[in-house]
């Protein structure tokens, strides 16, 4: 680095007397190619001013104590800049790096957490979950059971990034894990507290919703761990009523048992489960209400359910000017026959 700055130190005082003595741009031109070495070589800013200096002095010996001063001034007011701007390029670099892992952990997320929508007979069904940022910290999971039935889980980790999204790749594979006999809803939130509780960081808790659906009896049954309620559209009165359901989140004691309910679906009845991203959507400062979520889903119940879907989070999209300000997550059940 040193051996740069004194190669220069000629050049630069004879580009300097050049410029001082004609204001010539071919000087200039000569300064911005030294400057593109010492980018090159990481001169610090310092290190130009001294090599300013220096070449000053020889050209002007006599210059006064004034100037001199002044230079002495700049020279120290660049190391604070320079031990500053060494700083920033530091936590710049963390940044990038930063940066690259969560993209490789928003992969993996992707990857572990994909899950297809299987065919039920008798039943349409849509699903979409966004991330408010590269994490997401919703999660659905479907479930197809040798019978014909649908399992389904809806989450929601209160706490965001990394930590959420391994939390969430446990509850999944804890899911998979159990067998297909004990996968009555509320078996299944008591067994996935205990693992949350025992495995999770006390400050990290879930919400959940598991539910199970059997084209047999037309019925859903579900059981609820302090997840959003969902909502039950009755077709043939066209209206919506809120699923009342209770149960302790996800992780906050070890020996929790979660209730179990019951609802028989009509030809054209809608069950909706959703997250807080959803009904927690805000315009500017406005919270949205939950009746302006079913009013879409309303406007748009003669489509299919993945569309419905798609149709209400391009509406909150919109709503929220494209920057959402939580993961929105939706899924939509429909009795087609």
Do not use: C, W
């Amino acid at each position: 680095m040193r051996k740069v700055i004194d190669s220069n130190i000629e050049n630069y005082k004879n580009l300097l007397k050049s410029y001082i003595e004609t204001q010539d741009e071919r000087s200039l031109y000569g300064v911005e190619m030294m400057s593109k070495s010492f980018l090159k070589n990481n001169i610090l800013p310092e290190e130009i001013v001294n090599l300013h200096i220096q070449a000053l002095e020889d050209l002007y010996p006599d210059l006064s104590e004034e100037i001199k001063h002044s230079m002495n001034f700049l020279l120290e007011a660049m190391i604070s800049y320079g031990l500053k701007h060494q700083e920033i390029q530091t936590l710049r670099e963390q940044q990038i790096a930063l940066k690259s892992e969560i993209s490789v952990a928003a992969s993996m997320q992707d990857t572990f957490l994909k899950t297809d929508i299987p065919t039920i007979e008798g039943l349409d069904i849509g699903a979409i979950s966004a991330p408010a940022h590269q994490m997401n910290g919703d999660y659905y999971h479907f479930v197809k059971g040798k019978n014909g039935t649908l399992g389904m889980a809806i989450a929601d980790v209160i706490g965001k990034g990394i930590p959420a999204a391994l939390s969430m790749s446990m509850i999944k594979y804890a899911i998979d894990s159990y067998p297909e006999e004990s996968m009555e809803p509320n078996v299944i939130l008591e067994n996935l507290n205990r693992v949350v509780e025992r495995n999770v960081d006390p400050n990290m808790f879930i919400t959940m919703i598991y539910a199970q659906y059997s084209p047999a009896y037309n019925k859903l049954r579900f059981s609820s761990a302090g997840h959003e309620p969902g909502f039950h559209y009755y077709a043939k009165d066209n209206r919506f009523e809120e699923l009342k359901t209770k149960g302790l989140a996800l992780g906050v004691l070890a020996d929790v048992e979660y209730q179990e309910y019951e609802l028989k679906m009509e030809k054209g009845d809608m069950v909706i489960f959703l997250t807080d991203g959803v009904t927690e959507s805000r315009e500017e400062d406005r919270f949205v209400e939950v009746e302006e979520v079913l009013d879409v889903i309303r406007k748009y119940k003669t489509y299919s359910a993945q569309e419905i879907v798609n149709h209400v989070y391009k509406y909150f999209e919109r709503l929220q000017d494209f920057q959402l300000r939580d993961d929105f997550t939706m899924i939509i059940l429909r009795k087609e026959v």
